[in-house]
């Protein structure tokens, strides 16, 4: 009998009568190359989390003990997740969590997942923030609480308040916050932008990260993401930039003098939103790169 065509039978399906033996650099062999053919981006690294989740320990513990035989109780429990993977779902949403920033971000159905691109968005206010005290900074759609915490756990020192339109978005993020010890430092309010906000509260600082992919794009995004992922988190409208239209100028209000806006946008949607701003009485506007070298954040003053 051979392996290269048995193994995957007793991996993905009942067990053969005669019984393989599978160690973990078996499973996430296959489990990688398995992936691959359901066109996952990231087929070894999705197939360690998964395995390291189903055995409950951490990915550093999977190469620790490489040729550990997996019981069938094991298999079962990860072939369920593979299967889950092989249809597109995010790993983030299987295993409940998302590393953002370092910290272990709690995600449920319905509310964005958090993207390492986003990590520029929470540099660029900490460097705002930088060697200033008593700061009161504002996040308009705080999806996970992911940026919020990455702040609050640099900076104990700001007062940090967070608003969303979406009352799943809330308790996720609340709930994270209070599971990193940072319930005290945040203040959570339901809000369509700043609509809830009351004329006197002013800011030091308003980031966001709105919705700003145009409407037509939304349906090419990969499966992960417009199958599993809230729509009302990505889409942005015609040309993406709905929702920035609206934000600016409320923002403009609520800033004390010097403020700064921050924001995450589109790759190719500098110029219209640096036109917005300075339309709307920001100056200094600045754009902030990616890793990838991809337009990112903009920065504007007051």
Known sequence: ??????????????????????????????????????GCQTPRLDAELLLAHNLGIERIGLY??????????ERLGFRNLVRRRALREPVALIIGKKEFWSLDIVVTPGVLIPRPETEILVQVVLEECQDLLNLSVLEIGCGSGAPLIAIASARPDIRLFACDISINSLCCASANASSHGFSDQILFFASDLLESVRAEHMFDVIYSNPPYIPSKDVDSLAPEIRNFEPREALDGGLD??????????????????GGRLIMEIGEDQVQPVRKLLQTNGFSAVRVHQDLSGKNRVLKAVT
């Open 1 to 38: 009998m051979s392996n290269v065509t048995e193994r995957p039978v007793g991996l993905m399906t009942d067990p053969p009568e005669t019984k393989t033996v599978w160690t973990i650099r078996d499973v996430l062999t296959w489990t990688t190359d398995y992936l691959k053919r359901k």
């Open 64 to 73: 620790l003990d490489f040729d550990r035989p997996l019981s069938d109780a």
């Open 240 to 257: 993406g930039l709905d929702v920035i239209r609206r934000l600016i100028p409320s923002s403009q209000i609520r800033l004390k003098p």
